[in-house]
């Protein structure tokens, strides 16, 4: 038996204003954007060379959503991007404008930076030792 995790869900504010910042600065794939119902969209991203784990880009709808946005982990790293070469993403992504929380360090396995989205969702970007 073969199991993985095809996507996590994301909430934010605007569908567009997600797809700008994850594909446009983040330079994600735009897997999906299937229109749903006039308040709904199927979106789906990925990092470049993502095999199979996406994020589902999740429109917050009502209150309880909406303030969930930016605090999905309560104020822990929520997401990990794997990096192959950490200080090319490193200085690409300072390029985009990427907010970073501190600077990069090194760990006992491996290098790491912390950074924030547009919508307050932290994630570490992330170069394991070999």
């Known amino acids: 038996m073969a199991q993985f ?67 999905q982990t309560g104020g822990r790293v929520f997401l990990f991007l794997h990096s192959d070469d950490f200080d090319r993403d490193y200085e690409r992504l300072s390029q985009a404008g990427v907010t970073f929380l501190e600077d990069p360090r090194h760990e006992p396995y491996g290098t790491v930076v912390v950074f924030q989205d547009p919508f307050g969702n932290k994630w570490d970007l992330l170069q394991l030792n070999s």
């Open 5 to 71: 995790i095809h996507a996590v869900s994301l909430v934010v504010p605007d569908y567009d204003q997600a797809i700008e910042f994850y594909v446009g600065t983040m330079d994600f794939d735009l897997i999906q954007d299937t229109v749903l119902s006039p308040d709904k969209r199927w979106v789906l991203v990925a990092p470049p060379g993502s095999g199979q784990t996406r994020l589902l880009l999740a429109k917050a709808a009502g209150d309880a959503q909406n303030q969930a946005i930016g605090n």
